[in-house]
């Protein structure tokens, strides 16, 4: 069975440019999470969904947004980049909420 | 807000000693998860605890969940190579069921 696919695996922007970031869930998992990782720290939480709807959501501006589609695939998206975003973007599925996280490899996002 | 507090942040360790990393939160947690990540790699999950006071082992690896579901830590005996890597604790907290990562454990091995 395939794991967590994502794409893409690397991205350069510029700031004030706007980055769409995609995640495939493995298959029969009905949650998606999103999560920001800077290089030396741990993951940090951006947003759940949960059956398309969004069941949690971290602290972090109105400029990230994300959705989750029928086919439980999610978009994370990210409007007016800043130098501060760039970073490990890292989607995790699992079959039910609370339940343990199946990481993808993640898209490295650099932003100039 | 809510965080969890991992120490310490980097462990050095001779190849067959045992080391200890610490996971401390400001609220109760509903459970708590253990991931590894390798360097360059994606976390993947080891264990999770959820009942006060569990205790877990996988092989080398021992995992305890506090008695107040506050803290927890992973104890690793006879260390190897292989576990080069950093390990994260990960509360799912009780009131809003977000799952809060710490900032890892960093561990190198010298042979």
């Known amino acids: 069975d395939a794991g967590v696919t994502q794409s893409p695996t690397h991205l350069i922007k510029t700031r004030g440019q706007h980055v769409t970031l995609r995640c495939s869930p493995i298959?029969?998992?009905?949650?998606v999470s999103w999560y920001q990782q800077v290089l030396g720290q741990g993951p940090q939480f951006i947003f759940q969904?949960?059956?398309?709807?969004?069941?949690g959501r971290g602290n972090f501006p109105d400029r990230f947004s994300a959705r989750q589609f029928p086919n439980y695939s999610s978009e994370l998206n990210v409007n007016a980049l800043l130098l501060g975003d760039s970073a490990l973007y890292l989607c995790?599925?699992?079959?039910?909420?609370?339940?343990?996280?199946?990481f993808g490899s993640g898209t490295q996002l650099s932003v100039l | 807000g809510q965080q969890v507090m991992q120490i310490p942040q980097y462990q050095h360790v001779q190849e067959g000693e045992d080391f200890t990393t610490y996971c401390n939160s400001s609220?109760?947690?509903?459970?708590i998860q253990w991931y590894k990540q390798r360097p360059g790699g994606h976390p993947v999950f080891l264990i999770q605890?959820?009942?006060?006071?569990e205790v877990k082992k996988q092989k080398r690896l021992t995992f305890q969940f506090g008695e107040a579901k506050k803290n927890s830590s992973l104890h690793i005996t006879a260390t190897q190579t292989t576990d080069v890597g950093t390990y994260f604790c990960?509360?799912?907290?009780?009131?809003?069921?977000?799952?809060?990562f710490g900032a890892g454990t960093t561990v190198t091995v010298r042979a």
């Open positions: 995790a599925s699992s079959f039910d909420l609370n339940e343990k996280l199946f």
């Open positions: 298959s029969g998992h009905k949650s």
């Open positions: 969904y949960y059956e398309k709807e969004e069941r």
């Open positions: 609220t109760t947690l509903s459970n």
């Open positions: 605890l959820v009942k006060s006071g």
């Open positions: 990960a509360g799912l907290h009780s009131n809003d069921y977000k799952l809060s």
